[in-house]
């Protein structure tokens, strides 16, 4: 393996074991590989009539297709997703990802992805794929919703406590890094120092928006395990 660089052999995609002969799909091979991606990066970068999710929808199957890694081209083509969706101002962060419908349509992807390569069929694979950014905009809507309203009941819980601005800013802190140290929350926070930054965390401790995991007195990690439980579930 080379990690972070393109492959410098030929590979394929096919069940475990399966040989070149057998391989279900064989990407292009070194040389073509190079010349695919530098067509793929201008077509990103060229202006288009094209609706934006149409075209992430044909650069997503692009990169796939030509496979340029030896590992992880799933990973990396959905991050693509996302960040084009962010730099071409279709989202303010990156809050959609498409790994959760991807896995649970895991056959029909592939399917349809290798209907393109195989039969041209763009119709089905674009709409299979507008489909799944719908529905994981949708989700990310839920999360948010829920994120916020976890959010608004932490800060009730202290809104008389002479420490409520630190704590407000903690908990805003927390719904985007629900994993943190003293030291980390200190880096990036504006709420004075390694003390103070320690006694407004055992605050969150006492009222069990935070939970200290490792049991150490140095070092110490905490987790907000609600706002883990909207993200992960």
Not at 29 to 41: A, N
Not at 113 to 135: D, T
Request: charged share 25%; aromatic share 10%.
């Amino acid at each position: 393996m080379t990690p972070g660089e393109v492959r410098r052999s030929q590979n394929w995609i096919g069940r475990p074991g399966a040989t070149l002969e057998e391989a279900r799909y064989v990407p292009p091979p070194p040389k073509e590989m190079h010349e695919c991606l530098s067509d793929l990066e201008e077509f990103i970068h060229t202006d288009s009539d094209l609706p934006p999710l149409l075209r992430i929808g044909m650069i997503h199957y692009q990169f796939e297709a030509i496979h340029p890694f030896l590992d992880g081209n799933g990973r990396i083509g959905r991050l693509l997703v996302t960040f084009l969706l962010v730099a071409w101002g279709l989202l303010s962060q990156p809050l959609l990802y498409l790994s959760n419908y991807i896995n649970i349509n895991r056959q029909e992807y592939y399917d349809r992805l290798l209907a393109v390569s195989q039969k041209g069929k763009w119709e089905a694979w674009l709409l299979f794929f507008l489909e799944g950014v719908h529905s994981q905009a949708e989700d990310a809507s839920h999360r948010i919703s829920r994120l916020e309203d976890l959010r608004s009941s932490y800060k009730e819980m202290f809104a008389t406590d002479r420490s409520r601005r630190a704590l407000d800013t903690f908990v805003d802190y927390l719904i985007g890094s629900p994993i943190t140290s003293i030291t980390q929350a200190q880096e990036n926070l504006n709420i004075g120092s390694f003390n103070m930054v320690q006694r407004n965390i055992e605050k969150l401790e006492a009222l069990g928006i935070v939970r200290e995991v490792t049991g150490n007195k140095r070092n110490r990690i905490y987790h907000a395990e609600e706002i883990l439980r909207v993200l992960e579930e």
